[in-house]
């Protein structure tokens, strides 16, 4: 083995660790995510819609959940293309 492989090694694993790291958030910035999400609800269908669904501003998505749980108990079930 050469003399440079163990430094050349070591910062592949830096960088890879470097790339890691900043790709997966954390499960407490996921959890904050989910909690501060407001989610619209088709008044007619009584189905609801999060963010980044393309039904979310739909002319009959009038009614505002502040979570998913408050649209559940509220009798309003989750998009089937958004899965919310």
């Known amino acids: 083995m050469k003399k440079y492989s163990t430094s050349i090694l070591a910062l592949v694993l830096l960088a890879g660790a470097i790339m890691l790291a900043g790709s997966f958030p954390s499960r407490l910035a996921c959890e904050a995510q989910a909690a501060s999400s407001v989610y619209h609800g088709n008044r007619n269908s009584h189905i609801f819609h999060q963010p980044a669904c393309r039904y979310f501003n739909c002319k009959n998505c009038t009614v505002v959940f502040s979570s998913r749980e408050q649209a559940l108990n ?6 089937k293309i958004c899965k919310p």
């Open 74 to 79: 509220a009798g309003f079930r989750p998009c």
